[in-house]
DNA sequence: TACTCGTGGTC
DNA sequence: TGACCAAGAGT
């Protein structure tokens, strides 16, 4: 506590007291860095600056605005806990960190962070900083991913907290992590808790904290389709799979478990999640494969772009849209970037030539 | 409990 | 390049 000082990390959130605002913040912080997370507030409170602002906007408009920032189920959440607080509640928050619980996308942190912030609620967040402050100093290997590390860190989390100053307190110690006991470099020749730290008398520091699981990842093969009417107007899909990129948009697609081979070969491999039949699609040219790397697998992404006749019969799911509609729905960063990078392709050899 | 959900930064 | 991590939560 003596440590700390608000402006070394300045956050717009860190003095707000309105529980909407101070709520927002913490959906979109959720594994997501400081930095990165912050335009996305600034955007979303522009947008919607109350609860009823938020509840009252279309979702597809909710999810362009999330675009990019990923885990897009939190976008969801925020949706429809907007739409509770707002429709059932009276526009007032829940007033307690049990409370707040219950509001989908609110998990134990969340509501603790919420509850301390907003309403002085003496609850200590337990986030990925406070594990691993609380392992290195204490020196305790207990993996936190565990129920038996939850519950270990839990108390000490307790024992550390200054429940007179819940605020100050949570956010003291998540900025601790941040800048001095950090996961790489800590800064321990600057740590005030250095002559009483176990992990650092150890020199245990990196070794701690321990995770029991290892991460797993596989890769998949992404064959998209980006099919074009002659009006010029792209086929589309929202994605409504439990899978990656639920309720973002894409171009119609067939996956495989392997490498490119021959395009018309990978057709007739694969082509049940196409909505219509390879002599419908005039290949114009595939563009080189983009990788994109998520938490738990690898995408490689082709992109095989053609004609196609409007007057196809198409499925439920599938809609076309004009370009400059594209531009209004979420895409996976994949595709959106896929488009950024056609868009400009396209205006180099389309735009007349300047003087 | 185990697994999955994105994107970007750092080393 | 690959591993790890970020103001975690839902299923």
């Given at each position: 506590?003596?440590?700390?000082?608000?402006?070394?990390?300045?956050?717009?959130?860190?003095a707000?007291?309105?529980?909407?605002?101070?709520?927002l913040?913490?959906?979109?912080?959720?594994?997501?860095?400081?930095?990165?997370?912050?335009?996305?507030f600034e955007?979303?409170?522009?947008?919607?600056?109350?609860?009823?602002?938020?509840?009252?906007?279309?979702?597809?408009?909710?999810?362009?605005?999330?675009?990019?920032?990923?885990?897009?189920?939190?976008?969801?959440?925020?949706?429809?806990?907007?739409?509770?607080?707002?429709?059932?509640?009276?526009?007032?928050?829940?007033?307690?960190?049990?409370?707040?619980?219950?509001?989908?996308?609110?998990?134990?942190?969340?509501?603790?962070?919420?509850?301390?912030f907003a309403?002085?609620?003496?609850?200590?967040?337990?986030?990925?900083?406070?594990?691993?402050?609380?392992?290195?100093?204490?020196?305790?290997?207990?993996?936190?991913?565990?129920?038996?590390?939850?519950?270990?860190?839990?108390?000490?989390?307790?024992?550390?907290?200054?429940?007179?100053?819940?605020?100050?307190?949570?956010?003291?110690i998540m900025?601790?992590g941040?800048?001095?006991?950090?996961?790489?470099?800590?800064?321990?020749?600057?740590?005030?808790?250095?002559?009483?730290?176990?992990?650092?008398?150890?020199?245990?520091?990196?070794?701690?904290?321990?995770?029991?699981?290892?991460?797993?990842?596989?890769?998949?093969?992404?064959?998209?389709?980006?099919?074009?009417?002659?009006?010029?107007?792209?086929?589309?899909q929202?994605?409504?799979?439990?899978?990656?990129?639920?309720?973002?948009?894409?171009?119609?697609?067939?996956?495989?478990?392997?490498?490119?081979?021959?395009?018309?070969?990978?057709?007739?491999?694969?082509?049940?999640?196409?909505?219509?039949?390879?002599?419908?699609?005039?290949?114009?040219?595939?563009?080189?494969?983009?990788?994109?790397?998520?938490?738990?697998?690898?995408?490689?992404?082709?992109?095989?772009?053609?004609?196609?006749?409007?007057?196809?019969?198409?499925?439920?799911?599938?809609?076309?849209?004009?370009?400059?509609?594209?531009?209004?729905?979420?895409?996976?960063?994949?595709?959106?970037?896929?488009?950024?990078?056609?868009?400009?392709?396209?205006?180099?050899?389309?735009?007349?030539?300047?003087?």
């Amino acid at each position: 506590m003596n440590w700390y000082e608000p402006d070394r990390r300045p956050m717009p959130w860190k003095a707000e007291r309105d529980p909407y605002l101070i709520w927002l913040s913490e959906i979109i912080l959720q594994q997501t860095r400081v930095e990165q997370g912050l335009a996305y507030f600034e955007k979303f409170r522009t947008a919607y600056p109350t609860v009823h602002d938020l509840a009252a906007a279309p979702d597809t408009e909710v999810m362009k605005h999330w675009e990019g920032l990923g885990y897009y189920s939190r976008a969801r959440n925020l949706l429809k806990a907007a739409r509770l607080v707002s429709g059932e509640m009276g526009g007032i928050f829940p007033q307690s960190s049990a409370e707040l619980l219950k509001l989908p996308g609110v998990g134990p942190y969340t509501a603790a962070a919420i509850a301390s912030f907003a309403y002085d609620e003496p609850i200590p967040v337990l986030d990925g900083n406070v594990y691993r402050i609380l392992s290195r100093y204490a020196g305790q290997a207990t993996p936190i991913d565990t129920t038996a590390g939850k519950k270990l860190f839990t108390a000490l989390a307790a024992l550390a907290f200054d429940p007179e100053q819940p605020a100050r307190y949570n956010q003291a110690i998540m900025d601790f992590g941040a800048l001095v006991c950090k996961p790489k470099r800590a800064d321990c020749a600057n740590c005030p808790l250095s002559l009483s730290c176990v992990a650092r008398a150890g020199d245990l520091v990196y070794d701690l904290p321990v995770k029991a699981k290892k991460l797993q990842r596989k890769t998949r093969y992404f064959h998209f389709l980006v099919a074009r009417d002659e009006t010029g107007r792209y086929l589309v899909q929202q994605r409504k799979s439990a899978d990656i990129w639920r309720d973002l948009f894409q171009f119609p697609l067939f996956e495989i478990d392997h490498e490119d081979v021959l395009f018309d070969k990978l057709w007739f491999a694969s082509t049940k999640d196409i909505p219509f039949q390879r002599n419908s699609f005039v290949l114009e040219r595939s563009y080189p494969p983009r990788k994109q790397q998520l938490t738990h697998q690898t995408i490689i992404g082709y992109f095989h772009e053609g004609r196609i006749d409007s007057g196809i019969q198409l499925p439920t799911g599938y809609e076309w849209v004009s370009a400059a509609e594209l531009g209004r729905l979420a895409f996976p960063k994949m595709i959106a970037s896929f488009i950024a990078d056609k868009s400009v392709f396209l205006d180099l050899f389309t735009l007349p030539p300047t003087e």
